[in-house]
Every structure is written in C-alpha cells, then in structure tokens.
C-alpha cells in the first residue's frame, strides 16, 4: 500500500538524515515531513488504513524526531535542555510501553488510540526543529511550549490506559 510505502520512506529519511550535508538538511526533514502528512491523507481518502500502519506511522515519527534532535544536538545546534523538553512525552511514552508491556498489559495498549494533544505535541516538536534549520536558533519558549503539552499528553495518555484497563 502506499501510505505504508510513505512512512517506510519517512523512517530511511530519518535514517539518512544524519549522513545529508548540512545544506540538505532542511529539504530532507521538509521531505520527511510531506510523507507524514501524505500517509495518513492517503490511506483516509482511498480507505486503505491498516493496524500495521497505524502502529509503524508513529514509529516512523519518534525515529524522525530522534535522528533530526540526536544530530542537531551532537553538532551543538541543539541545546541538551531544549531536546528534552521536545521529547518529553515521546521519553514517557516509550518508558511506559516497556513497563506495561513486560506487566502483560500490550492488549490494552493496542486499543489506545491518538489524541490531539499527542499531534500537537509532534506538530510543535517538528515546528521547533524547523525552525532551528532555518533560523539557526529556536525561542525559548517553543521547547517549554512543547514541554507542557507533552506533559499534559503523557498524562492523557495515562489516564486512557487506566480507563482502558478497568474496562478490559
């Protein structure tokens, strides 16, 4: 299917981005960015959704997000503090499926569904490194901004775990 193809191409463009040239950066995230828009848009309009890509499309965006502030950090355009604060909820989440995956909870885990604070954390998240690409420098207040929302996701996240488990 090629919504899927898409978000394979977003994960080796997140692969790649750390070997592109610093002139090239800015096009291959504005690329990688198009796919995540385009695979989700695709698969709603031709009706094509699958679990497969509704669990490999937020992968794609975490592999994305870490290649692109792994990189801008290790040369120093990105401050320790700021990709924190940009990947707090991305750093709690993963924390919280190993934890419930190894107490067994992976089926309720699976019946969790995305939030719109969790796309607006990832939208801020790829707003800030953009604009650290194309200004040099980000403003404070983008990661602190990033920095509540996720926070307010992980605990949405949570309590959509908790209601999900009661009811399971």
């Known amino acids: 299917m090629l919504p899927n193809a898409l978000t394979i191409l977003r994960i080796a463009l997140a692969a790649a981005f750390p070997f592109v040239p610093e002139p090239w950066r800015l096009w291959v995230l504005g690329a990688a960015l198009a796919t995540e828009y385009l695979d989700g848009a695709l698969a709603r309009a031709l009706r094509v959704t699958s679990r497969f890509g509704r669990v490999l499309d937020p992968i794609a965006d975490r592999c994305l997000f870490a290649a692109v502030a792994i990189t801008l ?28 995956s190894a107490r067994g909870f992976a089926p309720v ?54 209601r999900l488990r009661r009811g399971a």
């Open 73 to 100: 950090l290790l040369d120093r355009s990105l401050e320790t503090w700021q990709m924190l604060a940009l990947g707090i909820r991305d750093l709690l989440f993963a924390i919280a499926v190993m934890w419930f």
């Open 109 to 162: 885990m699976r019946k969790m569904r995305p939030r719109l604070a969790g796309k607006l954390v990832t939208a801020l998240q790829y707003v800030a490194l953009l604009w650290l690409l194309v200004a040099g420098k980000m403003p404070a207040a983008l990661p602190v901004a990033t920095l509540a929302l996720g926070l307010f996701a992980a605990a949405q996240y949570l309590a959509d775990f908790r």
